[in-house]
């Protein structure tokens, strides 16, 4: 019989165009209204597509991340005491600011010191596993993961002239006709404690997997063999069997490779039951919030299962004979077990799995 979690989620926040705040994003992605719109934060007219999930009174983003860091702690019933003796790990992009914005974002939120990732797409969901590392090993009681990234016009033109963004305005996972990803605010806070110490936990932190590849800078592995082995860690290290797993927050991006990728790791990793576990990507209502995607996804997929309502898939127009997946349609669905798996990829062949469990 599997052990209980000792590594329990005890506070989450969230912010994306859905709303501010954990609720709005499980009230948003249940809902099933995509938030993409024309970019109005700075100037798109040399580029192919016009359309990103930015919130319209986004402020700078060290203001966003520490009102995200507060709130979690605040919901988790952290002290001042308590974030002197946290860790607290920042996931955001890369570049010459990131020591500053974190040291600010440490003094602002009262943690003695921060440790900073990264690692694209992965950098939340990195995190999130060393966080859960550090709390295993006795090295902190608890600990603090915060991820942020802000639509902005450098990354928005190398996806463009990558060819990576959607030409019809919408993200369609596993969907025949997709034609790419569309990028999304996101800025969202977990407050992580060891099972001794946790006093109101929302969620279990079961297992986690993370696995390379090294395939292609930017394509996947066609096979998903990275983000198998993934997955197949995180329930080994969960001690839990495929059968019991009942939701997927999958990576799916819209992409045509990267999604028949996906698709492909998944059948390797749970076999069989593969086509019979419910899917859905939540990318198709909030974006791709890079840095960011992986904890947005975590407190969207803990919310989804507490609720007992998993949320669907956006933008489906038909069934991709390189997807056959059970992919959550139309509306969402009744939870039939506690347990999800939410995945996320990045460049390089980079991959990551968590799974979380409640009861």
């Known amino acids: 019989m599997a052990e209980p979690a000792d590594v329990l989620l005890t506070g989450v926040h969230a912010t994306s165009a859905l709303g501010r705040g954990a ?51 605040r919901s988790a019933g952290l002290t001042a005491l308590h974030r002197a003796e946290a860790a607290l790990l920042l996931a955001v992009h ?38 859960a590392v550090l ?6 009681n608890r600990a603090v993961v915060a991820a942020g990234y802000l639509v902005e016009p450098d990354q928005y033109a190398l996806f463009d002239v990558g060819r990576a963004l959607a030409t019809d305005a919408a993200v369609r996972p596993f969907s025949a006709g ?13 407050v992580l404690e060891r099972a001794d110490t946790a006093r109101q936990p929302i969620a279990g932190l079961l297992g986690w997997g993370r696995a390379g590849d090294a395939f292609h800078p930017c394509q996947p592995e066609p096979k998903g063999r990275g983000l198998a082995r993934a997955i197949t860690a995180a329930l080994a290290r969960a001690g839990r069997d495929p059968v019991e797993i009942g939701y997927v927050n999958a990576n799916a991006t819209g992409s045509g490779p990267g999604d028949a990728a996906e698709t492909a790791a998944l059948r390797t990793a749970l076999g069989p039951l593969a086509e019979r576990v419910p899917v859905s990507s939540t990318k198709a209502l909030h974006g791709h919030a890079l840095e960011a995607s992986g904890l947005l996804e975590l407190v969207v997929t803990v919310l989804a299962l507490r609720r007992g309502r998993l949320p669907a898939n956006a933008g489906w127009l038909g069934p991709d004979p390189d997807c056959p997946l059970d992919v959550i349609r139309d509306v969402p669905r009744p939870a039939v077990t506690g347990y999800a798996l939410t995945l996320n990829a990045a460049f390089g062949g980079a991959s990551t799995a968590l799974l979380l469990g409640v009861t």
């Not at 003094?107 to 990732?117: D, I, L, Q, S």
């Open 23 to 73: 609720e709005a994003q499980l009230t948003g992605v249940l809902a099933g209204v995509p938030a993409f719109r024309p970019v109005g934060r700075f100037h798109t007219g040399p580029r192919r597509v016009n359309a990103a999930a930015t919130l319209p009174d986004a402020g700078p983003l060290a203001d966003e991340l520490t009102e995200a860091v507060t709130a979690a702690c």
């Open 94 to 131: 890369g570049g010459r600011s990131v020591p500053a914005l974190g040291a600010e974002l440490a003094a602002a939120t009262g943690f003695p010191a921060v440790r900073t990732y990264t690692t694209a797409c992965v950098s939340g969901t990195n995190a999130v596993a060393d966080a």
């Open 178 to 190: 997709r034609t790419g990803l569309l990028l999304g605010d996101g800025v969202a806070a977990v």
């Open 135 to 140: 709390l295993r090993r006795g090295e902190v």
